[in-house]
Structures are given as C-alpha cells and as structure tokens.
C-alpha cells in the first residue's frame, strides 16, 4: 500500500514538473524559436563537456562534506556510497516541491545499506544541511558586498525584495537548526509544544509516553551535533567543501555561455554573483526544482549581461545540465541499485 501511495505520488510531482516545464517553453521560446535552437544546436561541444565535468566537481566537493560526517558514525564507509546518496537525493529533490524528498531517502538507504539507525541518520543528514546553509549564507554575503561595491545588477524593485525575502528565509532557517542541533532546552521545549497541541487535535495519543522517546532522542542528537561542532578540524573541512560546491556550482552559467558563444560580456566574479542571487530566490519556489522561480530569477539577472533570445537559450542549457539531467541520471541510478538490499559500495 505504502509502494502504491509513492509512485502515485512521484507519478504526481512528475506531471507537476512536466506541466511547468512545458509552460516555460512555450513562454522562451514562442517568439524566438529558430533563433534560440540555431544557438543550442551550433554550441561549442568542448565548452559543453567543460560545463558537465564542472558539475561532476560539483556534485563531489557536494557530497564530501556528508561523508565526512558519515564517516564519524560509520568508519568503513566509502566515498562511493556517499556519492551513490548523493545521486539517488538528486532524483527525489528534483521531483518533489523544496527538495524535500532527498533527505528521507538519504536517512532510508544509510539504514538499510549501511545499518545506521535512524536517529544516526538524521544527525548526518540535519548537520549536513547545517553546513550547506552557513555556506550559502557566506556567498550570499559575498554576492551583496559584490553587487554593493561594483553595481554588478540594474535595480529592479521585485527581484530585489525576492532576494531580501530569500536570504531572509535562509539565514532564518540557519538559526533555526543551529537553536535545535546545539541547545537541547529548545529542542524539548519546542517539540513538546508540538506534541501537546497535536494531542489536542487528538493526532497524537499517549502524550507522556511521546514526549519521554522525543526527549531521549533530542538528547542523543544534542551529543552527536556537539562533537560536529567541538571537531573542528571536521567543522571547517565540511564548510571548506561545501564552499567549494557552491562556489563551482555559481561559475557554471560563464562555460555554458562560452559554449553557445554568448559569454563575451560574463567575468567570473559577475556570474558568481547573479548565479548566487538566482538561487537564494529560486530554492525556495514550492514546486518541485523551483522550476519557474530558477529560470525568472535566472533571466532577470543574467539578463543585466546577456540579452534578446541569448539569454533564453542559455536558461535552458543551464537548467538542463544543472536540473534535468541530475534527475534522470539519479532515477536510472535508484532504480538500478536503489532496490538491492546489499551493495558494494
């Protein structure tokens, strides 16, 4: 039954997906079609191949960080199940609305391939996300005092607030998980709050008996998260790499430029910067990918560089390399190895 409920679930989401990306489409390319395919069909192959290494580079520095953690849990991990995690995490946050369906999987596949209980899980997959966001904080950070020092964007009053509301929305959520992995008191406060109201609305029953298994969890999630925090060797590799992923993530859109021979006017320092607003406005588009809030976040900032049927073209490349194709690799690599109890991983 529950097999049943989650492909017609993903059977869901992926008509969401599909349905918006034809939208997009229609909407790049119903005025300029010839022009924009003349541009994708002549593009620089060597460029291409470059864009696509880059983003292996990516996806690597990405999941090293994870496993780093992992491996304080679990010493004979190896770093091609963290990639293998990484993979399959692309596929279900690809369709599902705010990435939220990669986590579970990670948590599910640590259990069943690796035998890390659940809770073990959890601290790995939530001191990972902790990383990731003090990390996308900092290049946020950067692309503002980039954008403030060299006037690098046109003012526009909507992708403006959009941007204040992102970085506002992230830095938020990275306060958030830093009151619940590093100060038990909150923790309990905040999760025994939960299961009172929930046991009013008659969701949860056996109150007591609730809050005395959340309480011990949160303690032993307290103890894990601090050992991240009191390794600090640990600490700031994990940030070094997941500075680096995004870092190489935010240059991508210069190469697929180059590759469509449209990157005359892009720097390094100029697509870092736009590449890094586009995604603190597109993450968080509740549907899944972002799709629609990446490539109008993408258009408007690129847009200040690139323009006409140019810069449509390289939003779809882009997204293709960097959205579509991470999806469908990781869908073929669940579905190949996603069903085997045991791996040699």
């Not at 990435?99 to 959890?122: F, L, V």
């Not at 970085?167 to 830093?178: K, V």
């Not at 293709?320 to 579905?335: E, S």
Request: proline fraction near 2%; charged fraction near 15%; hydrophobic fraction near 50%.
């Amino acid at each position: 039954m529950k097999k049943k409920k989650k492909k017609s679930k993903n059977k869901k989401y992926g008509i969401i997906i599909l349905i918006v990306t034809i939208l997009m489409l229609i909407y790049i390319l119903k005025d300029e079609y010839n022009e924009i395919l003349n541009l994708l069909k002549n593009a620089n192959l060597f460029w291409i191949i470059g864009a696509i290494v880059l983003f292996c580079a990516y996806f690597t520095f990405d999941l090293l960080a994870m496993y780093h953690i992992m491996k304080t849990y679990k010493k004979d991990v190896k770093l091609s199940f963290a990639l293998y995690l990484g993979a399959i995490a692309k596929f279900f946050n690809g369709i599902t609305p705010l990435a939220t369906g990669g986590q579970p999987m990670i948590i599910y596949e640590m259990h069943k391939k690796k035998d890390i209980d659940i809770a073990n899980g959890t601290n790995i997959v939530v001191q990972n996300y902790i990383i990731f966001q003090i990390a996308l904080i900092i290049w946020c950070i950067i692309a503002i005092i980039l954008n403030k020092t060299m006037n690098l964007f046109a003012y526009d009053p909507v992708l403006k607030n959009l941007s204040i509301l992102g970085f506002t929305i992230n830095f938020l959520i990275l306060i958030f998980l830093g009151l619940v992995s590093f100060n038990k008191h909150f923790n309990k406060l905040i999760i025994s709050f939960l299961i009172k109201v929930l046991s009013k609305l008659r969701i949860v029953k056996d109150k007591e008996e609730k809050i005395k298994k959340v309480n011990s969890f949160c303690e032993n999630y307290y103890v894990n998260a601090h050992k991240l925090i009191k390794n600090k060797k640990l600490f700031l590799t994990c940030i070094f790499d997941q500075f680096m992923a995004q870092g190489i993530y935010y240059a991508m859109p210069i190469f697929i430029a180059f590759a469509l021979n449209i990157g005359d006017s892009l720097t390094l320092v100029n697509t870092i910067a736009a590449s890094a607003y586009v995604y603190i406005i597109g993450c968080y588009v509740p549907i899944p990918g972002g799709s629609g809030g990446m490539e109008f976040a993408f258009l408007g900032f690129f847009g200040n560089y690139i323009a006409d049927y140019s810069i449509k073209a390289l939003v779809l490349m882009w997204r293709f390399i960097t959205y579509y194709l991470p999806t469908i690799v990781g869908a073929i690599v669940y579905n190949t190895l996603g069903t085997k109890e045991e791996s040699s991983f």
